[in-house]
């Protein structure tokens, strides 16, 4: 007899993500005694299943339980289980912050990429689709913005292969797009409040670069220092 929660597991650790739209994770996330036999058996591995309705996809990570006894296992906490440095890990959030907060902010009011309107059905309509939402961000701006903080361009260049490499972007010409772990592998509850109203506030009011250059700069710096020291343990 087939195990379909086995068959299930075995996809994604084989294939890392699995679409929401795939009938073997449509069914986990909509038959409950589906998802408890899945998440026990997760489990039982030092696993967890992540979903989150505003990603086109699902993945498998450490359960928090374990990573105590998986990171800390030589007495130096490690930072992810990716092999990013320092600054890869504050690039990854700043791509996080201004790549998934914005996309995050048009799924919430019902606006597409497409027509750019707000729904007239508002919170009755379901949440748009990541790729219906989702705008890539330009990497000319990206190194013109935070290159001086993040290696320069040979360092940037480096760290945005990895990330590549790794699912969290996709690179098409001079565009970064969301990868499918970008709104995954990025602990929302911790770093939203902090990016928004801490370090890249003065960005997210979108105060003018001539009027305020000062507040801009030090808001890149100060999430480039916070992304390493905060964020560098959320990826799962």
């Known amino acids: 007899m087939n195990d379909d929660a086995q068959i299930l597991i075995a996809r994604l650790l084989t294939h890392q993500t699995l679409r929401r739209d795939d009938k073997m994770v449509k069914r986990v996330l909509s038959d409950e005694q589906f998802r408890i036999e899945v998440d026990k058996r997760l489990l039982e591995s030092g696993l967890k299943l992540l979903d989150n309705v505003y990603a086109d996809h699902v993945t498998i990570a450490l359960h928090r339980n374990v990573e105590p006894k998986i990171f800390g296992a030589k007495d130096i906490w490690q930072n992810n289980n990716f092999g990013l440095t320092r600054d890869g890990v504050a690039l990854l959030v700043v791509l996080w912050a201004q790549i998934i907060l914005p996309k995050r902010e048009r799924q919430e009011t019902h606006v597409t990429v497409a027509d750019d309107q707000t729904d007239m059905f508002g919170q009755d309509a379901p949440i748009p689709r990541a790729e219906d939402t ?23 260049d480096m760290n945005l292969g990895v990330l590549s490499k ?3 972007i996709e690179r098409r010409g001079d565009v970064i797009l969301e990868g499918p772990l970008l709104d995954l592998m990025m602990d929302t509850d911790v770093l939203k409040e902090r990016i928004i109203n801490g370090a890249l506030a003065d960005v997210f009011k979108r105060a003018p670069l001539a009027a305020a250059p000062r507040k801009i700069d030090a808001a890149n710096d100060a999430v480039v220092e916070t992304a390493a020291d905060d964020a560098a343990d959320t990826p799962n």
Do not use: E, V
């Open 134 to 156: 989702s705008i890539g961000i330009s990497y000319t701006a990206l190194l013109s913005d935070f290159g001086d903080k993040l290696g320069k361009k040979t360092r940037m």
């Open 166 to 168: 790794l699912g969290f």
